[in-house]
């Protein structure tokens, strides 16, 4: 299954599995979790276990249906590298995207320290850019290393939600930075300052710089609806993509 994505930084989304567990404190008002309990009320398909790990053979066809070149960001619901998730579907999926060349896929994990054991004796395919989240300095930062070990044609941080100052971040091998606030009724703030010291660092070590979001509190650290508050940071927008032409 694959559908329009609302997500500033992909096209379309890609779920070959649904749910997860909390690892760490960027989990704690996770959206994918508030979302895949409505899908369940209404009886969506794929949603039958709420928020449990679930593998959906079913969903690897969509990619090859779609002939146009689209960006999808693979398991928005879920998270591929999952410990839950065999080597072996994991192989199924890739070999999806191995044979889908025209298309672009993001994957983003927590769970770093699975991608240079899978991806050990098994070549990354071209189209494939890899990210970890970076929230915090205690779990998020750790996570920078196992990425670089591993040679994906675009590697990125999402940092969202951006929950501290990360202090100096070694950026060597990381091509994309992503940024944003935690949105919803229970969000935690996120500094200005934050942002643009994140910024600053990708500006001097030449990283692109996204930045996505504020969400429920404001640049002012006030509290409202997220369309409100917007995504200028600085008075301007920051679309900053990695370049990378299409295979």
Same mark, same amino acid.
């Given at each position: 299954m694959a559908g329009i994505s609302k997500i500033e930084w992909t096209e379309?989304?890609?779920?070959?599995?649904?749910?997860?567990?909390?690892?760490? /404190? @960027?989990c704690k008002h996770c959206y994918a979790e508030i979302m895949a309990k409505r899908l369940q009320a209404m009886k969506a398909k794929g949603y039958?276990?709420?928020?449990?790990?679930?593998?959906?053979?079913?969903?690897?066809?969509?990619?090859?249906?779609?002939?146009?070149?689209?960006?999808?960001?693979?398991?928005?619901?879920?998270?591929?590298?999952?410990?839950?998730?065999?080597?072996?579907? !994991?192989?199924?999926?890739?070999?999806?995207?191995?044979?889908?060349?025209?298309h672009r896929y993001q994957i983003l994990t927590k769970r770093a320290e699975r991608l240079p054991v899978y991806f050990k004796d098994r070549a990354i395919p071209q189209n494939v850019w890899l990210g970890v989240t970076v929230e915090n300095i205690k779990e998020g930062l750790p996570r920078i290393d196992f990425l670089r070990k591993v040679p994906a044609s675009i590697r990125f941080l999402s940092i969202e939600p951006l929950l501290e100052d990360l202090g100096e971040v070694d950026l060597?091998?990381?091509?994309?930075?992503?940024?944003?606030?935690?949105?919803?009724?229970?969000?935690?703030?996120?500094?200005?300052?934050?942002?643009?010291?994140?910024?600053?660092?990708?500006?001097?070590?030449?990283?692109?710089?996204?930045?996505?979001?504020? @969400?429920?509190?404001?640049?002012? @650290?006030?509290?409202?609806?997220?369309?409100?508050?917007?995504?200028? !940071?600085?008075?301007? /927008?920051?679309?900053?993509?990695p370049v990378q032409t299409r295979v």
């Open positions: 379309q989304t890609w779920n070959p599995t649904t749910g997860c567990d909390k690892i760490s /404190a @960027g039958d276990n709420g928020f449990k790990l679930s593998i959906l053979p079913e969903r690897l066809a969509p990619p090859f249906k779609r002939k146009k070149p689209t960006t999808f960001f693979v398991n928005s619901m879920s998270d591929l590298f999952h410990q839950g998730i065999p080597d072996e579907y !994991l192989d199924q999926v890739f070999n999806t995207i191995h044979q889908t060349p025209q060597t091998g990381i091509h994309w930075v992503i940024v944003g606030g935690e949105s919803g009724a229970k969000a935690r703030k996120m500094e200005q300052s934050w942002v643009e010291h994140t910024k600053a660092q990708c500006e001097a070590q030449k990283v692109s710089f996204f930045f996505k979001q504020w @969400g429920t509190w404001g640049a002012d @650290g006030t509290k409202r609806d997220k369309k409100k508050n917007g995504r200028l !940071l600085q008075g301007k /927008a920051w679309d900053g993509m």
